[in-house]
């Protein structure tokens, strides 16, 4: 469907919640949208759609990144029960299929992608794509929008040139952005667990999503959220803080040439046009 300059169309964009308590994102138009993972509850998801005045009818797929409970815990309820799409990689449906979590098998919902091979949902085009994670497999999501794209890449062990290949591309952008190095170094979580979050398999930093960010802005990305924070390690403020001074650093002015938020761990976040 074509449209010109005065019909085109808006997109919009929200979080249900972001973090290890459950991660929840919806992205669509007037007539229809599709949600990345599902890792909170069915009422929290119907009860936010209806208070921006989206029926949950209009829900036409589910993306899933990977199948770490946080992210797939109402997977199987979307699914089966109302008969909504789950697509992810064959390797991340069998880790669906495992996971304890998830209260109900796909098998009529079930659509299978392949990493790096483009497929449509209505007029979303999409690519996944590889990002380190010590789940079974985790992808990011690049969306093509008619003239807009909108990148997502959540729990990021390390920076890769797959990732810096998709997520230069976007003009909308969800990044991790889980903890500070300070506070998790100095915090009470043991050993094995600081090590698991920072061994390059396991979650991005403040530092290195911000030095990320600064490298690869250019002057069509307009939106940044940032994703995942930790709650023990991490605060909005900081994170916000950290991205702001790294792009202020290459003069790139927070709020002038781009617009950045950090998105909270429960809380919905603001509905975002573009």
């Known amino acids: ?19 290890s308590s459950g991660n929840c994102y919806y992205l669509g138009t007037n007539e229809h949208g599709i949600l990345i993972d599902a890792g909170i509850g069915i009422r929290n998801i119907q009860k936010a759609l209806r208070e921006y005045g989206i029926a949950f009818e209009k829900i036409k797929a589910v993306l899933v990144t990977h199948d770490h409970a946080d992210h797939i815990k109402t997977v199987g309820c979307l699914g089966d029960k109302y008969n909504i799409p789950i697509y992810a990689t064959e390797t991340v449906h069998q880790g669906i299929q495992r996971n304890k979590g998830v209260q109900a098998n796909l098998f009529q919902s079930k659509r299978v992608i392949e990493k790096e ?18 789940s079974i497999e985790n992808v990011g999501y690049h969306i093509k929008l008619e003239d807009q794209t909108f990148v997502l890449i959540t729990d ?3 920076i ?48 290195l999503s911000a ?20 709650q023990d390690n991490n605060h909005p403020e900081l994170a916000f803080k950290t991205v702001e001074q790294a792009l202020l650093s290459n003069g790139i002015d927070v709020g002038k040439n781009v617009r950045l938020e950090a998105l909270s761990r429960y809380k919905v976040s603001g509905l975002r046009e573009f």
Not at 117 to 134: C, G, K, Q, R
Not at 174 to 196: C, F, S
Not at 218 to 226: E, F, G, Q, R, Y
């Open 1 to 19: 469907m074509q449209y010109d300059l005065f019909t085109q169309r808006k997109y919009k964009f929200f979080s249900f919640g972001s973090g």
């Open 117 to 134: 091979i483009l497929f449509s949902i209505n007029d979303f085009e999409i690519t996944a794509f590889d990002v380190p994670h010590d």
């Open 156 to 158: 990021i062990g390390r």
């Open 160 to 207: 890769t040139d797959k990732i810096r290949e998709y997520a230069s591309k976007a003009n909308h952008l969800v990044i991790e952005a889980n903890y500070d190095e300070y506070m998790l170094q100095a915090g009470r979580y043991p050993y094995h667990l600081k090590e698991r979050i920072a061994n390059g398999s396991g979650h991005l930093s403040n530092r």
């Open 211 to 230: 030095e990320f960010i600064a490298s690869i802005y250019n002057d069509n990305l307009k939106n940044i959220w940032l994703c995942h924070l930790s």
